[in-house]
């Protein structure tokens, strides 16, 4: 059973930075494309970011520029590194992996406000 574990979130400034990690998996991660997800409260949850086995990324349009996805297959373990964060970057984020098609995990809940 996968169980992905998101770690990293906090409360932090405009402007500010944070890094998130997930993992670890390195099987799901050698073999699958994995991907960053949001979701703020009453909101859907939306694509923020994604990377292949090949270190291909995409990003969503409101994050370009300001978050870098990647991936550490030693460790098993996803990053997104976010920078000038905003308050409407506030959401809890989650990772996941093939397009969102295993189990999804609890979170790791990033709060931006002054």
């Known amino acids: 059973q996968v169980q992905f574990v998101e770690s990293g979130g906090g409360l932090v400034q405009p402007g500010g930075s944070l890094r998130l990690s997930c993992g670890p998996s390195?099987?799901?991660?050698?073999?699958?494309?994995m991907e960053w997800y949001r979701q703020a409260p009453g909101k859907q949850r939306e694509l923020v970011a994604s990377i292949t086995t090949s270190g291909y990324t995409t990003y969503a349009d409101s994050v370009k520029g300001r978050f870098t996805i990647s991936r550490d297959y030693a460790k098993g373990t996803v990053y997104l590194q976010m920078n000038d964060l905003k308050p409407e970057d506030t959401a809890n984020y989650f990772c996941n992996g093939n397009q969102g098609a295993f189990p999804w995990g609890q979170g790791t809940q990033v709060t931006v406000s002054s």
């Open positions: 390195k099987t799901i991660f050698t073999i699958y494309p």
